[in-house]
């Protein structure tokens, strides 16, 4: 994530109040935190956020749909959602464990020979990020040392942003790099974890990923405005658009990327939806209408180190809040957040539009609105001004 240096679409979005709807009353705190994302020093360029609790649902957007102009992002829009596509793909795993299609602690590599994978890796291991498999999208060290992957910031992948990437070439391009630390002793993130887990649903049903996400997921939660993009590089109207920036002969270029091929990261984001289906997704999966009780508890079980589940972070709302079940994500200039506590019975989702760059500068924004926004909803208490505030992304 990147700070945008466009001041004209900062003014002219933020001179106005954030807008949305209601059916319970208004929330003036979280209005305010997200006509703050907008207008700070290192803004959005847009924000829509959804939360559902005992009161009703409340929704609201800032900023604006483009750099430039005055409309805000729709409350509605489709935005690519980055990384909560592994709360999906985990999800769709464990329906086809409940079918009896997979084993959580099989070897990974019994369902997958063709790879050369330590047969040490299980499912579940993909599933938690405790499979020590080097991500393609590059790793970085405790030494402060980085080796990369596939090419995914900067000017080169703005220029190369159609091209299409197949699974099995990320996941070939991780296995050609020493793994990370072995199987089941250490927890790190890496996104081919969860190209495997894809690898694996197709694998076993003989039918695309896409379909058995619709079949298992998608169409049992109404998720209509939800889909598996593959290669296609469009995103549904309405949206907003993302903006990725780098520079050129000394000078700063900013282009609009919304569309992109996301086959790139595949299933570890490259999937599609709405803050509308976010909410109804996490809603009935923490409240029991996807999986069984004895699943869903194993998937909210977290490893000691991140606090990770089965696609899922499981964390401790502030101020005695109590437990909450998230996934974020961001993608080039597109995030989404999803929380809820567990039942479903509160729900919090965003879409955010900005201006990304290699120097992935808008982090610490983006922790610090976060933190700000779950302390409102989850914590109990007034989210603090934007100057008090500390600093997932």
Not at 288 to 309: D, H, V, W
Request: aromatic share 8%; hydrophobic share 35%; glycine share 12%.
């Amino acid at each position: 994530m990147t700070q945008h240096s466009t001041s004209s679409k900062q003014h002219a979005a933020t001179d106005q109040d954030a807008s949305g709807s209601q059916t319970g009353p208004d929330r003036p705190e979280l209005r305010r935190i997200i006509e703050e994302m907008v207008a700070a020093e290192a803004a959005f360029v847009g924000v829509t956020l959804r939360v559902r609790d005992q009161d009703g649902e409340w929704t609201a957007a800032a900023g604006a749909s483009r750099i430039g102009e005055d409309a805000a992002p729709p409350v509605d829009g489709y935005f690519r959602i980055g990384s909560n596509t592994k709360t999906f793909t985990a999800a769709l795993v464990l329906r086809l464990v409940e079918e009896g299609a997979i084993d959580l602690d099989a070897p990974a590599s019994g369902y997958l020979p063709r790879f050369d994978l330590d047969p040490r890796i299980t499912v579940r291991m993909l599933l938690q990020h405790t499979s020590g498999v080097f991500n393609f999208t590059g790793e970085y060290y405790e030494d402060g040392t980085f080796a990369p992957g596939i090419v995914w910031s900067g000017r080169e992948w703005v220029e190369d942003r159609f091209r299409t990437y197949r699974p099995e070439e990320l996941v070939e391009l991780a296995l050609s790099k020493p793994a990370r630390f072995e199987p089941g002793t250490d927890w790190s993130y890496s996104n081919t974890n969860y190209v495997l887990a894809r690898l694996v649903v197709e694998q076993v049903t003989g039918r695309p990923f896409a379909d058995e996400m619709r079949r298992l997921v998608l169409d049992p939660l109404g998720l209509s405005h939800t889909l598996v993009p593959g290669t296609s590089p469009e995103l549904p109207e309405p949206h907003a658009h993302a903006y990725y920036r780098y520079e050129e002969d000394g000078e700063e270029r900013t282009v609009d990327v919304t569309r992109q091929n996301p086959s790139w990261i595949a299933t570890g984001g490259d999937m599609v939806s709405t803050t509308e289906d976010l909410q109804a997704f996490i809603a009935g999966l923490l409240g029991g209408r996807l999986l069984p009780e004895a699943l869903l508890a194993e998937m909210c079980a977290p490893e000691s180190k991140a606090g990770y589940g089965l696609g899922v972070f499981v964390q401790e709302a502030p101020n005695g809040g109590g437990t909450v079940i998230t996934h974020n994500g961001g993608i080039s200039g597109h995030a989404g957040l999803m929380y809820g506590t567990p039942g479903g019975g509160t729900t919090l989702t965003a879409s955010l539009n900005y201006v990304d760059d290699a120097g992935l500068s808008m982090a610490a924004a983006f922790q610090q609105a976060t933190q700000r926004l779950v302390a409102a909803v989850f914590g109990g208490e007034e989210a603090e001004s934007a100057g008090g505030a500390g600093t997932e992304g």
